[in-house]
């Protein structure tokens, strides 16, 4: 079976306690479509998918939450429906807040003429004061008409009209908050990407989320837990308009450490040209994890095992890499690559005169990943380090070969480094080798396997990059300043030389290059191109 299926099987056994669903199951995943996927958005999207269509017989639909003309555009749209389908997750339908927008202005209107709602021009700073010492606006108790023409001026988008924004009439003696008369309508005549300029005002997603869930048939919203405190408004809405019932029902926001997972953030790094894009390996989108070499089934695994957990946490990378780890080990097909930089040339003794080609093993313990070449000759090239660290006549292994000992080193003149030199190391280049073949010698008795290339065969430029975090803070503060706390070092590259095998990798192959970890082939082999390879976090460093 594929893992994918293994997942979902597991994942069947959850029970989260949602009342009713006997009379039917309806989710909804709500994106705002003002940035590309991240993680925490994989999490609301994949267990939407699993309540409605694993657990439950029921329905999800992918609804756009696209009431804010300022920040939305279509580019970011196209992108989630394409990361859901990669995410395997398959909405029965998708909607438009946007679709709403006439039913939602009536049911505003509604409220306002039952004494539901007000219009309310209280400069932010003081509502904000006044919403938290519980005082009333002055426009609270103005009459209909009045209410209803300033909506009206605003509908129309005019300077005056943009001054005001409708409130509904909750509680402000509430000690939750959220009922203190929060703002349902907005002015905003910037246009839609979607409905143009035929509206100047905007529904905020604390009233659109009740009508529009409760007018599509959701049976449950499911929502993170940091809304706990909006639940009681979002009954409110579904009461005053004699809405058909919805359940809220929440799970934990998804937190990771030294991860920045809001899209305003994620923006501000993709246009101020810290990233490459929202793609990019480091950023925790859809995109750029799966950049990073993360598999889709281990995704889905890892964020179904957390399940519908209420427990907020910040969630280090290990398990998450770990989890993935166990997908890609067993079918990720092995090469080599020696470093560059201080190469050593070796000559081998015992070595067959001719070069000689063999076929291996892709994966040694998956024959059915097919076979690769393997040149064996006098003239090899190792890593530096592996080279300094080989004692006189030490018996090493060289690994798809046999045993060698080690005969004689050159050395550069010069100590590496004058720490080194003044430790009394006296450590430095090796500039050549020469190792004497022993294939009789015992591969299990050695402690040093050492992985090598044969010059006798078209070898492969390949640039290794390894990526940290982009930030420095384990757990940033919403009012963290972005410049203060971003890493300025993320992306280290090294120069290498692959097997010849490595020049038919395409674009998204997951390999190993042997003992220097598991890569994503992020570019493929064209002449004069390097390889690019991006080093998958395996859950031991990041
Ligand atoms: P952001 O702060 O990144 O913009 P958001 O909540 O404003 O996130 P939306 O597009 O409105 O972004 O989110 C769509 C859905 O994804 C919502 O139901 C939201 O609760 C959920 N979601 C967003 N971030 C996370 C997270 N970190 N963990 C779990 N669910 C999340
Ligand atoms: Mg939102
Ligand atoms: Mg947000």
């Known amino acids: 079976t594929k893992p994918a299926e293994k997942v979902a099987d597991e994942g069947a056994s959850y029970d989260i306690g949602l009342q009713n669903t006997e009379n039917g199951v309806v989710t909804r995943f709500p994106p705002e479509p003002s940035g590309y996927l991240h993680i925490g958005h994989a999490k609301a999207a994949l267990l939407n998918d699993y309540f409605a269509h694993k657990k439950y017989d029921g329905k999800m639909i992918l609804r756009f939450d696209d009431t804010n003309p300022s920040k939305e555009k279509e580019e970011y749209q196209d992108s989630i429906v394409k990361d859901l389908e990669l995410l395997g997750v398959k909405p029965d339908q998708v909607t438009y807040t946007s679709d709403y927008f006439q039913a939602l202005y009536e049911r505003c209107v509604q409220m306002i003429k039952d004494g539901h709602a007000y219009a309310d021009n209280t400069p932010q700073e003081q509502m904000r004061d006044e919403r938290e010492k519980r005082i009333e606006s002055s426009h609270r108790n103005a009459s209909v008409e009045d209410s209803l023409a300033h909506f009206e001026e605003m509908k129309k988008g005019t300077e005056e009209g943009t001054k005001w924004f409708v409130r509904a009439k909750m509680d402000m003696s509430s000690n939750n908050g959220a009922m203190r008369d929060p703002v349902i309508y907005r002015c905003n005549p910037e246009p839609h990407h979607r409905t143009g300029s035929t509206w100047k005002i905007y529904p905020t997603y604390d009233y659109a989320c009740p009508v529009v869930d409760s007018v599509e048939g959701i049976t449950h919203a499911l929502r993170t837990t940091e809304y706990n405190d909006r639940d009681p408004q979002y009954q409110w809405f579904i009461k005053v308009l004699n809405l058909r019932g919805v359940y809220n029902w929440n799970f934990s926001r998804m937190n990771f450490i030294r991860t ?283």
């Open 260 to 542: 920045l997972l809001s899209k305003r953030k994620l923006t501000k790094l993709v246009d101020a040209g810290i990233v490459w894009g929202w793609d990019d390996p480091r950023m925790a989108t859809v995109r750029g994890i799966r950049r990073r070499g993360m598999t889709i089934p281990a995704l889905q695994e890892f964020i179904l095992k957390q399940g519908p957990s209420k427990n907020i946490n910040t969630m280090d990378w290990t398990t998450f890499w770990a989890t993935n780890k166990k997908y890609i080990d067993p079918v990720a097909t092995r090469y080599t690559a020696v470093v560059k930089q201080d190469a050593v040339k070796c000559i081998v003794a015992g070595a067959p005169e001719a070069p000689r080609t063999e076929e291996k093993d892709l994966h040694a313990k998956n024959a059915d990943l097919g076979k690769k070449k393997v040149v064996f000759s006098k003239q090899i090239i190792l890593d530096q380090v592996d080279a300094q660290s080989f004692d006189d006549d030490e018996e090493i292994t060289l690994m798809n070969w046999g045993n060698a000992i080690v005969r004689k080193k050159q050395y550069s003149l010069n100590p590496l480094n004058v720490a080194a030199s003044v430790a009394g190391t006296d450590q430095r280049l090796v500039t050549g080798l020469e190792l004497e073949l022993h294939l009789q010698g015992d591969v299990k008795k050695t402690s040093k396997k050492i992985t090598w290339l044969s010059e006798d065969q078209d070898l492969v430029p390949v640039t290794l990059y390894d990526f940290d975090y982009l930030i420095t803070k384990d757990k940033p503060e919403p009012d963290d300043k972005l410049e203060d706390i971003l890493n300025h070092n993320t992306e280290t590259k090294t120069e290498a030389l692959a097997d010849c095998n490595v020049a038919s990798l395409k674009e998204d192959d997951i390999v190993q290059f042997d003992r220097k970890g598991f890569f994503r082939i992020d570019r493929a082999f064209k002449h004069g191109e390097s390889v690019m390879a991006f080093q998958i976090p395996t859950g031991k460093k990041m």
